[in-house]
């Protein structure tokens, strides 16, 4: 099983930008594709973006064209750029292993109005 590790969540006022990152143990990184996830308090989980092994991605109407997310398969890490948040997008963010539905402990983001 594939180790995953969000990091980058934190703090921002509307209007600002972060960077999450996904780091996954395992040397087939490149072969998974990969998706961001959100929950936010006394909501369902959704999906937020993914991407496949080789490179196509698919976001949610909520995100797109705001949100952004890539991969670095020689630093087995996926990505997710976030801009011009809003305090809805507010949510524990979690990256997982599309196929055998791996998931990592999740990172906070909080959008301040």
């Known amino acids: 099983q594939v180790h995953l590790v969000e990091s980058g969540g934190g703090l921002v006022q509307s209007g600002g930008s972060l960077r999450l990152s996904c780091v996954a143990s395992g040397s087939v990184f490149s072969m998974y594709a990969m998706d961001w996830y959100r929950q936010a308090p006394g909501k369902q989980r959704e999906l937020v973006a993914g991407?496949?092994?080789?490179?196509?991605?698919i976001y949610s109407d909520s995100v797109k064209g705001r949100f952004t997310i890539s991969r670095d398969n020689a630093k087995n890490t996926v990505y997710l750029q976030m801009s011009s948040l809003k305090p809805e997008d507010t949510a524990v963010y979690y990256c997982?292993?599309?196929?055998?539905?791996?998931w990592g402990q999740g990172t906070q983001v909080t959008v301040s109005s």
């Open positions: 997982r292993v599309r196929r055998y539905n791996w």
């Open positions: 991407i496949s092994s080789g490179g196509s991605t």
